[in-house]
């Protein structure tokens, strides 16, 4: 196995014997004599193990190997100690060094032990570049523009980050509120813990219950094994809960539950479950007035708004669409193999012109469809949609509740307007047919 070991003893031929011996195993050995050489070789070399004596001439190897790991979490540590001083091993050990050895052992235990810390060093050091890399792509940085609406949206989130605070997150649909809540995630703590989402309106209230909390084997129809529910995967981690507005109301009493005490019930159990799970949650709909209107518990937007961020639609920061025109244009030529596009005075002036109700997520479309149809060098404006097709475009939202209306009044008219029957046909909770007929005003 290989590896990079730096090896610290005072005392010279054992040190040369240990070497020698790691040696011929396969693994790289720098060895030095005292903390002082150590000090500055650890910085130099970046090696996966240090293995360090108790006693040396200058210093305390526990107090060294305790406060390297501080400085170097991804960089594992052996101490060996004498008979006398295996407490101090124990010590170090609960202080983050990985095990040790008593001086004197057979090199049976050594070798075990050494592939066992340099194994988890690996690992670690894999996961620190993979949290680099995904802190990179979703990071703060990710955030495209420079308007001042969005750099206030961006500096309240930061400041919110390392925090376990809930935060809100407000605004139309498109904003690209699931990219501020990743990264408001990845600039925090947790970061390394699991990031849970999932799109409230999506889910019917039975099943949407059951994912959020789980259930046990038999507690309804189809239920024929324990299932872990989100909360439980992202324990130590962060929960993003979309369009929490469409949440029905007999769950936000379990939910209100969760972040007040941070335990539930899995749904057909009876043992109650404790999880530490940060809270951002995010919403289309002006909550007072869910309110007002009976649709939304006000406990819980109290709880769920303790920091809250709207965030602007495009037309509140038209001055960043250029950006995003070129961060988009540049994504998409790179998924079509194509060159780098330029993107014409004319196309921006003709797109900065279009109202954008859909947001960035209209706008991504528009762009990924224009580089689709380009010649592979410019984006001019006949590569534009049809203004009716923007149009339409832009009101997605309506369309999509069009149908949705239709579709109920559809079901509706099947049963002869039996809510009941409508409710299970529709696969939702009764619950929310109901607010959905207040909201599209159906007798």
């Not at 006693?55 to 526990?62: E, H, T």
């Not at 250029?322 to 961060?327: G, I, N, R, S």
């Not at 954008?356 to 469809?369: A, T, W």
Request: charged residues 30%; neutral net charge; glycine residues 6%.
């Amino acid at each position: 196995m290989e590896g990079k070991i730096l090896l610290i003893d005072d005392e010279k031929k054992l040190r040369e014997l240990t070497s020698k011996y790691l040696e011929y195993e396969g693994y790289e050995v720098i060895d030095v004599e005292n903390i002082h050489y150590a000090k500055s070789k650890i910085d130099q070399i970046s090696p996966d193990l240090v293995i360090c004596d108790v006693k040396l001439p200058d210093g305390n190897g526990v107090d060294f190997c305790i406060n390297s790991k501080k400085k170097f979490p991804d960089i594992e540590f052996i101490l060996l100690t004498a008979y006398g001083r295996i407490q101090d091993g124990v010590h170090a050990v609960k202080n983050g060094v990985f095990d040790y050895l008593v001086k004197g052992d057979d090199n049976d235990k050594l070798l075990p032990l050494v592939e066992k810390a340099i194994t988890k060093a690996k690992l670690q050091k894999e996961l620190s570049a993979l949290k680099i890399r995904i802190g990179k792509k979703y990071s703060f940085d990710s955030i495209i523009g420079q308007s001042e609406s969005i750099k206030k949206s961006v500096t309240l989130a930061k400041k919110v980050a390392n925090s376990d605070t809930t935060v809100l997150l407000t605004g139309a649909t498109g904003t690209g509120k699931e990219v501020f809540a990743q990264a408001i995630h990845y600039e925090s703590r947790r970061s390394i813990k699991p990031f849970v989402a999932i799109n409230c309106s999506a889910i019917s209230g039975e099943i949407l219950e059951s994912e959020l909390f789980g259930h046990k084997s038999g507690a309804f129809t189809g239920a024929q094994k324990d299932k872990r529910g989100l909360f439980e995967e992202a324990h130590k981690g962060t929960m993003f809960l979309d369009e929490i507005g469409e949440m029905p109301m007999d769950l936000q009493a379990k939910f209100l539950r969760v972040l007040e005490s941070g335990t539930f019930i899995p749904v057909g159990d009876t043992k109650e479950m404790k999880v530490d799970v940060r809270i951002i949650a995010a919403t289309n709909r002006n909550l007072d007035e869910e309110v007002k209107n009976s649709h939304f518990r006000e406990d819980l937007l109290y709880r769920l708004s303790v920091i809250q961020i709207k965030l602007p639609s495009l037309a509140e920061r038209k001055e960043d669409i250029p950006e995003l025109v070129k961060h988009f244009t540049g994504i998409f030529a790179a998924k079509t193999n194509q060159k780098a596009l330029e993107a014409t005075p004319e196309f921006l002036k003709e797109i900065q012109n279009q109202p954008f109700k859909g947001n960035i997520r209209e706008l991504r479309n528009i762009i990924e469809r224009a580089v689709i149809l380009s010649n592979g060098k410019y984006l001019t404006p006949d590569l534009l949609p049809p203004r009716q097709l923007m149009k339409e475009e832009s009101n997605l939202d309506f369309t999509m509740a069009s149908a949705e209306k239709a579709q109920i009044l559809r079901v509706l008219n099947f049963v002869n307007g039996n809510k009941t029957q409508a409710a299970k046909l529709l696969e939702i909770g009764l619950t929310t047919l109901y607010k959905k007929l207040h909201d599209y005003q159906i007798e």
